[in-house]
């Protein structure tokens, strides 16, 4: 059974950090491209971040230089390393896996976790 499940969310202040895992089971977690979304009340889910089987990494333009994606094979987990937090990031943050479209689009991935929780004060 396939499954991804999220954590490491919560509240930071802003210009604070936190650090997201997904950790990965069921399934052959090294041979596929990951990526985290997120959705903030009120708006549609959108990509933030993604990661090759080879560790290329490609990031939305609102996170780029505070944000970091990577991945641990040996240990079937992906972290976003999220630095310099604005309440802009507040939103339910999505880990997906085994890709087959768009890498920008929620659809395009057939393994997709619960979401955690991150808020970021005003």
């Known amino acids: 059974q396939v499954q991804l499940v999220e954590s490491g969310g919560g509240s930071a202040q802003a210009g604070g950090s936190l650090r997201l895992s997904c950790a990965a089971s069921?399934?052959?977690?090294?041979?596929?491209?990951m990526a985290w979304f997120r959705q903030a009340p009120g708006k549609e889910r959108e990509g933030v971040a993604g990661?090759?089987?080879?560790?290329?990494?490609f990031y939305v333009d609102a996170v780029k230089g505070r944000f970091a994606i990577s991945r641990d094979n040996a240990k079937n987990t992906l972290y976003l390393q999220m630095n310099s937090l604005k309440p802009e990031d507040t939103a339910m943050y999505y880990c997906?896996?085994?890709?087959?479209?768009?890498?920008?689009?929620?659809?395009?991935?057939?393994?997709r976790g619960q979401g955690t929780q991150v808020t970021v004060p005003s």
């Open positions: 990661i090759y089987e080879d560790g290329r990494t």
């Open positions: 069921g399934y052959s977690f090294s041979t596929y491209s």
């Open positions: 997906a896996s085994r890709r087959i479209g768009d890498r920008w689009k929620w659809e395009s991935y057939m393994y």
